[in-house]
């Protein structure tokens, strides 16, 4: 866990990056540490993110929270 959050502290310290971006990395990441995802799709999560609009972003947060539930 604490390299998540370590991750997610790097992530906040930049200042382009918004508070959705972060959401979703960190339930990708969860996701992943659950092993419900491969590594290789939360890379691509991550870098879909980081150039995706509000309701992309949007869905991808509802993909990881279906399935954490």
């Known amino acids: 866990m604490s390299e998540i959050t370590t991750l997610l502290d790097a992530i906040r ?5 918004n ?3 972060i959401d979703t990395v960190g339930l990708a990441l969860e ?4 092993e419900q995802i491969s590594l ?6 991550i870098s ?3 150039g ?9 947060m509802e993909e990881y929270k279906s399935l954490q539930s």
């Open 40 to 45: 290789e799709s939360t890379v691509k999560t």
């Open 31 to 34: 996701c992943y540490k659950k």
């Open 52 to 60: 995706a609009r509000h309701k992309d972003l949007m869905e991808l």
């Open 48 to 50: 879909i993110a980081h």
């Open 13 to 17: 310290e930049q200042a382009h990056v």
């Open 19 to 21: 508070q959705m971006f």
